[in-house]
């Protein structure tokens, strides 16, 4: 599901105008962002799961189509995702990391 059909459906199920919806999802997600740039790095929402904030190595890798080159990638952040143990009943797979 995208970002705009989550805006559609809200907009459909509360009645409220398209852009008002919009503002809501946004700032939804900008609080999410915010949290993970926050000083403990995750966002918590109960009921759904969390999103934290993770270090991902630096590391010497290849690139694809068998060039011998090889390049460093720096370390950085990635945000890994758990969901409740409601939605892991419901089939929602988690990736490992």
Do not use: H
């Not at 000083?39 to 759904?48: D, E, M, S």
């Amino acid at each position: 599901m995208t970002q705009l059909e989550i805006i559609r459906k809200v907009a459909a199920d509360s009645k409220l105008p398209f852009k008002v919806c919009r503002a809501i999802v946004d700032l939804f997600w900008e609080q999410v962002a915010a949290d993970l740039e926050g000083k403990t790095g995750r966002a918590r929402i109960p009921g759904f799961g969390t999103f934290r904030r993770k270090l991902r190595q630096a590391r010497i890798s290849r690139p694809p189509k068998g060039a011998a080159k090889e390049v460093f990638s720096p370390s950085r952040y990635n945000v890994a995702f758990k969901p409740a143990s409601r939605r892991k009943s419901s089939g929602v797979k988690a990736k490992k990391s």
